[in-house]
């Protein structure tokens, strides 16, 4: 059954990833070379590693591993976030902080055969905000390296408030229940568009 599931879910992300990086990029050059890279990868993760996982009595512990991989990437953006200017830019930030974890508990607790694969692609995600936390302090302190640094900022700025907001939405999904619409979230949708503050 599991896989089954692998190519429509690898299809589905493919479809997202290249919609995805189109948008932001408007190359048709990376975007089927990004999608085809997420697809191959989450086939796998999907087909083998977590089919098995699941099948084991060390899934518990794999994604236990994964959500604290994940949250130290998290710690990671909070102690930045420290040194964000601009009180609404850092709130975003901290708030994602502060969803994140919540959100995993949870998943935990209400859906833990979902753990493994929400911590993986929520850790993705994660590691893209830290890339654009690190770019947006960089543009903050010398922003003569760049060109027009009030809209990158303002660019990371909505980026940060639309990944707090897709960690919000996230919660509430799966508090009220609905961890289907959650889990299809999490495999058909795009995820929160995090831009290349160095354009």
Known sequence: MRHRLAAPVALAAAVAAFAGVFALTGSLLW????????????????DDRTAAR????????????????ALRVLRGIERLSRDVGRPEARRAIQDAC?????????VRDRSPDSLYSTAAQVGGHLRSLDGVVRQYLDIQRQPVLYHDPERLQRD???????????????VRLVNQGEIAQY?????????????DLGR
């Open 156 to 170: 990371g700025e909505v980026a940060f408030r639309r990944f707090a907001d897709f960690a919000l939405d996230s």
């Open 31 to 46: 975007s089927p070379l990004l999608a085809t890279a997420i697809a191959i990868g989450l086939y796998l993760m999907v």
């Open 183 to 195: 889990t299809a979230n999490l495999d058909t949708v795009a995820p929160p568009s995090l831009p």
């Open 54 to 69: 699941i099948d084991s009595d060390s899934y518990a512990d794999d994604a236990n591993a994964r959500v604290d991989e």
């Open 98 to 106: 502060r969803y994140v974890p919540e959100l995993f508990d949870r």
